[in-house]
């Protein structure tokens, strides 16, 4: 059982839809993460938010437009993607500051783009 | 800019066997950590083993131990008595100590093991 979870597992969308990506942690955590991971590619930090306030955009396109109204909770909007999008979301959390502050991730959402 | 690299993109190995997986990586940083997940078929990121930098002492965890060498950035992973539940992908990451922002992890392309009878 995680401790962090992510819905939908799989999604398949055209390229005008618009659809979510949904996060949430029961950890007592106050970060989140969006990683992209995309095959044969090291993973991708995409956004962070630390204390619910976005901290980082590692220059993700603004077709993706993330959310983040409480520390437990976190979204991906998507709306006109690519096909070159398809691949694994994953949402990590972890606590902000500290020493042992390693991430906790969730189970990832399947992305594909047709 | 940090760099990770995994030089394997597969590996194979016989259940209670050993072996090691390598990680390469770079920066000019003095003090930072370097992690490896493995990720199962089930997709979740799992930490198996972490190391600080500026200990000297090699990190170990059960069946998981790991062979640091600062000076020539390496940072293997050697697990012990495989088992088929090892079978996953492994990930190697570098995050730098003095960021505020905890998990800006620099991941390598990941090491697919598997494990065979």
């Known amino acids: 059982e995680t401790g962090v979870t992510q819905t939908p597992r799989h999604l398949v969308m055209g390229m005008t839809n618009k659809k979510s990506l949904k996060c949430e942690q029961h950890?007592?955590?106050?970060?989140m993460y969006w990683y992209k991971q995309s095959a044969k590619k090291p993973l991708e930090l995409m956004f962070v938010y630390n204390f619910k306030e976005q901290t980082e955009n590692n220059s993700v396109p603004s077709r993706f437009s993330p959310e983040c109204p409480n520390s437990s909770h976190l979204f991906l909007h998507l709306h006109t993607l690519q096909p070159e999008d398809s691949a694994l979301y994953l949402c990590?959390?972890?606590?902000?500051?500290?020493?042992?502050?390693?991430?906790?991730f969730g189970q990832g959402t399947r992305l594909t783009v047709v | 800019a940090q760099t990770v690299t995994q030089s394997q993109p597969e590996m194979s190995v016989q259940e209670a066997e050993t072996v090691t997986l390598s990680c390469t990586y770079d920066t000019s940083e003095s003090d930072y950590y370097l992690f490896w997940y493995k990720q199962p078929p089930s997709r979740q990121m799992i930490l198996v083993i972490r190391?600080?930098?500026?200990?000297?002492q090699n990190a170990t965890e059960n069946r998981f131990s790991v062979n640091f060498q600062k000076a020539a950035k390496s940072f293997s992973l050697k697990i012990s008595d495989s088992q088929l539940g090892d079978a996953a992908m492994y990930f190697c990451?570098?995050?730098?100590?003095?960021?505020?922002?905890?998990?800006?992890?620099?991941f390598g392309t990941g090491t697919r093991l598997q494990v065979t009878l």
């Open positions: 950890l007592g955590h106050n970060a």
């Open positions: 990451a570098y995050r730098s100590r003095n960021t505020g922002t905890a998990s800006k992890l620099t």
């Open positions: 990590a959390s972890s606590q902000a500051r500290g020493v042992f502050t390693e991430a906790f």
């Open positions: 190391q600080e930098a500026y200990k000297q």
